[in-house]
């Protein structure tokens, strides 16, 4: 029983977490343009975890041809703001969690930071040679039009009441909270292999 308990446990308990800075240079480890890393490779359960630095940012979907264009129906954290004063890697700046469920190429940029075409992209499971490449990808956006950082955070949090704003405010909240439910469920869950063992 013991064993059993164990051996059913373990595959939840190898799902990792991939953190992504949002508004953080790879290359300066500091505040700047682009996501940190800038490429991963996940696999199917692991989470993709968008951790957004000082400004104005989200991360969007698009697609490998049109880097700096939301695709229909992609993913989109909405505008993230975070004050100018908190340190790169202050504690407790905000999280967007991204299951991930195949290996296919996902590709994102940062739609508030309006730096797209300054290379602000995301390579999700990019291929190592051919065409569909990171370094491809980042090709593509410096190509793409000029865009313009998108107006304030918004509706978010202002207006009392309007139904509007609070449907956008609250979109992305219960990816963040559900997604810690699961976190908190599988340190007790290891707690408890631990205590059986
Ligand atoms: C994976 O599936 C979940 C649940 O259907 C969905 O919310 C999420 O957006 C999917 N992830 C990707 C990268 O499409």
Known sequence: MKFF?????????LAFDFTVGVGKDETTGKKGLGFDPSVIT?????????EFRSGAHSVVQS?????????SGGFNTGVQTVPDNLEVDAPGLPQIRLAVNSTDPLWFYDEAGGLCNKGAVLAVNPATSGTQTAAQFKENSLKAPATSASASPSSAGSGSGSSSSSASATASSPANTGFRDGMSSVAVIFGLVIGLL
């Open 5 to 13: 308990v164990v051996a059913c446990l373990l595959p939840l308990a």
């Open 42 to 50: 996940p696999a199917i359960g692991d989470t993709i975890v968008f």
């Open 63 to 71: 697609t490998f041809d049109s880097p700096c264009t939301p695709s």
